[in-house]
């Protein structure tokens, strides 16, 4: 029996390949695209399009890692529903959902707004009533986004660290990194269901950020916030014109909380024994 990882090449997949297959366990990475080579994988190609494929890629699985692509929300609702059609016809051990930022609401159902037609709702809500064994991981902000070419730039050359978040903003940011290691676990802890948040807690500005490049590039780096849609703008060529208004959209709204905060109650540190690393942690990490 093995694991099937979605996304196995991509920033959120690959690491859950590693974590997993450093466990010691068969893999089978999943891509889009055939004639790709995976370390230490099987790679088989399928994507979220068919659930007849999903399906048959996942009959048999010991586990199943999902996440949802940057994409227009009417493809992902379409993914969605795709994904638990195929749980429920091939019935996989386990399975793992990372919901890649958005949030799941207190009456169990999960979506990047308060629709409950949204993607990331229909999947938590079909997983909870598919019968199968899964759990969700629900982090709030990558710390690989601040590697994104138009940050990082300003980080080295000006020592400058430019996000779309309010100066003071508190957030729990965590890495794909820890997200993979997160996966892990909840493969081997079927006895934890339910949302397991991921992320820094207490939460950190973008001044607390700022501080670890600075000590870990030997230099001041200070934190200056930018608005949204002129952050994301460079992304369009790449996302496409309506994911990136919608990513920006998010993050204007968020700014008008008081913090992006997960809570004690459902963190990974408190249900799952694993704490994510610092900035620090991560900078050191990736070799910065």
Not at 20 to 48: C, F, H, I, M, Q
Request: overall charge negative; proline content about 5%.
């Amino acid at each position: 029996m093995t694991y099937m990882i979605h996304g196995a090449t991509g920033a959120q997949g690959a690491p859950v390949v590693a974590a997993v297959t450093a466990a010691g366990k068969p893999v089978t990475a999943l891509t889009r695209n055939s004639g790709v080579v995976v370390e230490g994988a099987r790679v088989l190609a399928v994507d979220y399009s068919s659930a007849a494929d999903l399906a048959d890629a996942y009959r048999g699985a010991e586990g199943v890692f999902v996440h949802l692509p940057v994409a227009p929300e009417k493809d992902c609702l379409a993914f969605a529903r795709n994904i638990v059609a195929a749980v429920r016809e091939a019935r996989p051990g386990r399975v793992v959902f990372s919901t890649s930022g958005g949030l799941v609401r207190a009456d169990g159902e999960g979506g990047r707004d308060a629709s409950a037609e949204s993607a990331v709702a229909v999947l938590v809500a079909g997983l909870a009533d598919s019968g199968v064994s899964h759990a969700v991981i629900e982090p709030r902000f990558y710390l690989e986004n601040l590697l994104l070419p138009n940050v990082i730039a300003g980080v080295r050359e000006e020592g400058v660290l430019r996000y779309a978040l309010p100066s003071g903003f508190r957030a729990s940011w965590a890495s794909h990194l820890d997200i993979a290691d997160v996966a892990a676990v909840l493969f081997e802890r079927t006895d934890v269901t339910g949302v397991v948040s991921v992320g820094q807690y207490p939460a950190v500005s973008g001044e607390d950020l700022a501080e670890a490049f600075g000590t870990r590039l030997a230099r001041t780096v200070t934190y200056e916030a930018t608005d949204p849609h002129v952050f994301f703008a460079p992304l369009a060529p790449m996302l496409g014109e309506e994911a990136t208004a919608a990513i920006a959209d998010r993050y204007q709204a968020l700014s008008t909380q008081p913090d992006h905060s997960i809570t004690a109650e459902r963190a990974a540190q408190t249900l799952l024994g694993v704490t994510p690393r610092t900035a620090s942690q991560w900078l050191a990490d990736i070799d910065l």
